[in-house]
């Protein structure tokens, strides 16, 4: 769209259409059509019409003819939404109105704050869900984006100490037919109409009846405002489907438009699903490509968003062949733009089709979600245990997790580096924290499909006994459990991503997979039990750590006896301070480990950190280990697993020292 002095110019492009109409609507009557305009074909399957009534806030939609078969099924009495729409209202009958915005908004000297890699913490939250029952902020603003950028929230964020807030989808999405029968809602958002358009739902009220232009302007309040104290916005973003689901789904845009351009099929027409949701946006062709591409320049510069997180990233990498490549176009283009330098670029690195798990294979410039590195820590620190008191001794030692925590060299190539790693121990998609050391298996009956959805192996331990109970027992050694597992992704290199609530300990009484609820399940509590505190205040600690010490966030791999500026030298050592052995790391017995990391940042001094992980539930004496100038050497605890709150009590232990340490726990020391 184009709009000038005397009105709009709308091109839409299609490679096997014949014939398009633009039809424009009365501002109060969304089913009343005030003019439908031929589209002239300039050529190259372009069609254009220009009116005057294409103005700001005007409603509507194209239709599309052409010839059937070859995988296309034009229909020319549907009404479309067009591609590139910045607002979309809903008309009568369940279907959409494109809408023209201006789309001016001013930033004043608000600027992207360009958070390093080193120092960045995700904070993945659903723009609803966050602030619904919030109660600082007002009511007026509960589950919208005004209310993300309240000043009750940001003061969160900054209390917290995380850095960048990513945010479940908010491209404006539908729930789908099936959901809506049993009376659910798609509530995290994976099911795109339009890759242009805030969902407007999450809008204050005020906005919604203003129309688009203010929703889109109270969308970008909240970056600006986000912005403003230092915090970045990252998009999880859904380009690999759209809500039009299989052959037979709902037609609201590509499908009737260009079927075949748009979504990978077989010669015959069937589609090739490998997204698991009917359809898969085919990245091969150049439309589909371009309107990925272009998407991304009008919200990293339009709406100043400062990184997006890629849903199954896998399938915009598949070539026509539909085979996954790390060099195809799309990817590096993305990669390589003008327009999102600067721009945090995150894969989900997987999808459901053949070839589909590519967890370490994303090219240069791409951090990418680390599965193994989520499966191997709660294997350490749940289903191991678990295993352990039904068989007297773990199946694994420490070697896996070790190498995990040093930044997964083995799953990303040396000069990508560990923060090519965005590490995770949950997600929205799921068992949250407390949920995973409270469940030995999911409870999704709520969800309509017998329990037969959400992942089946969670890695997940109930501690002796499923869900809430009273046994004081029961609830301390989860809690512990839970700082284990917040304090091993917090003092691990690499980038790590937080799943909101899990620094209060949320709950979602069990169910894994709560896409399909918007209520009090899904929304965070802000009414919290002491123990919710100490836990909040254990993560508070922990960020506070990361940032000051350097040895927590290499940029680089380095081996031992290198010196490369912004990587950490790591030394491994047993339970009795002497270099680990070659046998120690596989033993399943050895589940002990002292790991120094020494940094050498650019500017600055050295900084060195002794991280100690006990990994089994009989307590264990260490001893510390003696360094190359024990003269000069001294340890300074920081931080415990073992304590129900943070102790500010910082011991001092000199090399050689004999340190109690607890039954599964983890202890953090600065070597000064």
Known sequence: MRLGPDGGTLRVWSGHADAMQLLVFDDVDLDWATET????????????????????????????????????????????????????????????????????????????????????????????????????????????????????????????????????????????????????????????????????????????????????????????????????????????????????????????????????????????????????????????????????????????????????????????HHSFTPDHPLLQAIRDDEALADTKLIAEPWDVGMGGWQTGNFGDGWHEWNDRYRDRVRNFWLSDIDYARRADNAPAGIGGFATRLAGSSNTFAAERGPLASVNFVTAHDGF?????????????????????????????????????????????????????????????????????????????????????????????????????????????????????NPALRPKRFARLGERIPSASVMQWFDERGETMSSEGWNDPAHRTLQYLATSTPEHEEPNRVLLVVHGTEQPIDIVLPVLDEPERATFVSLWSSADESPSDHAERFAPGEIVPIAGTSMRLFRVE
């Open 432 to 548: 949250t924290l407390r949920d995973l050391v409270s469940y030995d298996v999911k409870h999704n009956l709520g969800n309509g499909e017998q329990n037969r959805d959400g992942a089946d192996t969670n890695r997940s331990f109930n501690h002796g006994a499923e869900g809430s109970t009273n046994d004081e027992r029961v609830l301390a050694t989860r809690r512990k459990a839970m700082r284990n597992l917040m304090g091993t992704l917090l003092t691990s290199a690499g980038i790590p991503m937080i799943t909101a609530g899990d620094e209060m300990g949320r709950t979602q009484r069990g169910n894994n997979n709560a896409y399909c609820h918007d209520s009090a399940l899904t929304w965070l509590s802000w009414n919290l039990a002491p123990w919710q505190r100490d836990l909040f205040a254990h993560t508070q600690r922990l960020l506070q750590l990361r940032r000051d």
């Open 37 to 320: 305009l031929p589209m002239t074909a300039l050529g190259d399957g372009v069609f254009e019409a220009t009116t005057p009534l294409l103005r700001p806030g005007a409603r509507y939609a194209i239709r599309v003819g052409g010839p059937h078969g070859a995988g296309n099924t034009f229909n020319p009495q549907t009404l479309l939404i067009e591609p590139y729409a910045r607002g979309l209202v809903s008309g009568n009958f369940g279907d959409w109105r494109s809408v023209v915005v201006d789309g001016g908004f001013d930033w004043g000297s608000s600027l992207k704050p360009r958070v390093p890699l080193d120092r960045t913490v995700i904070y993945e939250g659903h723009v609803k869900g966050l602030t619904k029952r919030h109660p600082f902020i007002p009511p007026a603003l509960h589950g919208t984006y005004a209310g993300l950028a309240h000043p009750a929230m940001i003061e969160h964020f900054l209390s917290l100490g995380i850095t960048s807030v990513e945010l479940l989808p908010v491209h404006a999405f539908a729930t789908e037919p099936r959901l809506l029968q049993l009376g659910l809602t798609n509530y995290w958002g994976y099911n795109s109409l339009n890759f242009f358009t805030p969902h407007a739902a999450y809008a204050t009220a005020a906005s919604q009846a203003e129309g688009p232009e203010a929703v889109l302007r109270e969308f970008k309040g909240m970056v600006k405002l986000l912005h403003e104290a230092g915090l970045e916005v990252i998009l999880d973003v859904v380009y690999n489907h759209t809500a039009e689901e299989g052959i037979g789904g709902p037609r609201t845009s590509l499908r009737g438009i260009d079927n075949r351009s748009y979504y990978r099929q077989t010669e015959e027409g069937s589609y090739i699903d490998e997204t698991g949701c009917g359809n898969a946006v085919n990245t091969a062709t150049d439309a589909a490509a371009r309107l990925v591409l272009d998407s991304l320049r009008y919200w990293a510069n339009d709406v100043q968003i400062d990184g997006f997180r890629f849903d199954l990233a896998v399938t915009l990498g598949r070539d026509a």
